[in-house]
T-cell receptor, first 113, second 114 residues
Framework: AQSVAQPEDQVNVAEGNPLTVKCTYSVSGNPYLFWYVQYPNRGLQFLLKYITGDNLVKGSYGFEAEFNKSQTSFHLKKPSALVSDSALYFCAVREGNFNKFYFGSGTKLNVKP | NAGVTQTPKFQVLKTGQSMTLQCAQDMNHEYMSWYRQDPGMGLRLIHYSVGAGITDQGEVPNGYNVSRSTTEDFPLRLLSAAPSQTSVYFC?????????????FGEGSRLTVL
């Protein structure tokens, strides 16, 4: 069965420090992996995706993610956190040619000044 | 571009009432879907459609009906609302087939069932 796990409900970092939000996945075929951000009372906004190729993917707002096939992980990273990065982050997987997306439970990122 | 538009944004129902959440997209996307978001559970797929006239069930379809008469619209119907259906509902769309495109989300519809 396809699934996505985000092991941390909440991540706290200080502004200016690097941040990592973790995601692991399980699919039977080739994974298409995505990160989304949700601000309060808003819909989800697309940040970045991994389809194939370079394992380090760069996305919006300075975020990047590293695909690791052997560890089945797709962790979201940013070198220097901003207070405005505080939000709810979701990892998602779309299996190969199928049309179903599976989402993790979300990680709340708190960036403190 | 409007993208994905959901209405209403807020709704309060009594148990047993029916209602329809509307979703429309103007990107000519083949694939449309409905999710519900509950605290600590992420997003769970209710129903999805890969094109006009084609729908299928997701993870949590019970209590919900959908139809897809046009490419643009994908309404979600609650025939007899229950308190367990209190949630935030999101409609999302993407290119279909073998595309590896991301989902585009609406702003959400917050439903409370008393």
């Amino acid at each position: 069965a396809q699934s996505v796990a985000q092991p941390e409900d909440q991540v706290n970092v200080a502004e200016g420090n690097p941040l990592t939000v973790k995601c692991t996945y399980s699919v039977s075929g080739n994974p298409y992996l995505f990160w989304y951000v949700q601000y309060p009372n808003r819909g989800l906004q697309f940040l970045l995706k991994y389809i194939t190729g370079d394992n380090l993917v760069k996305g919006s707002y300075g975020f990047e993610a590293e695909f690791n096939k052997s560890q089945t992980s797709f962790h979201l990273k940013k070198p220097s956190a901003l207070v405005s990065d505080s939000a709810l982050y979701f990892c998602a997987v779309r299996e190969g040619n199928f049309n179903k997306f599976y989402f993790g439970s979300g990680t709340k990122l708190n960036v403190k000044p | 571009n409007a993208g994905v538009t959901q209405t209403p944004k807020f709704q309060v129902l009594k148990t047993g009432q029916s209602m329809t959440l509307q979703c429309a997209q103007d990107m000519n996307h083949e694939y449309m879907s409905w999710y519900r978001q509950d605290p600590g559970m992420g997003l769970r797929l209710i129903h999805y459609s890969v094109g006009a006239g084609i729908t299928d069930q997701g993870e949590v379809p019970n209590g919900y009906n959908v139809s897809r008469s046009t490419t643009e619209d994908f309404p979600l119907r609650l025939l007899s609302a229950a308190p367990s259906q209190t949630s935030v509902y999101f409609c999302a769309s993407t290119r279909g087939g073998r595309s590896a495109g991301e989902l585009f989300f609406g702003e959400g519809s917050r439903l409370t069932v008393l």
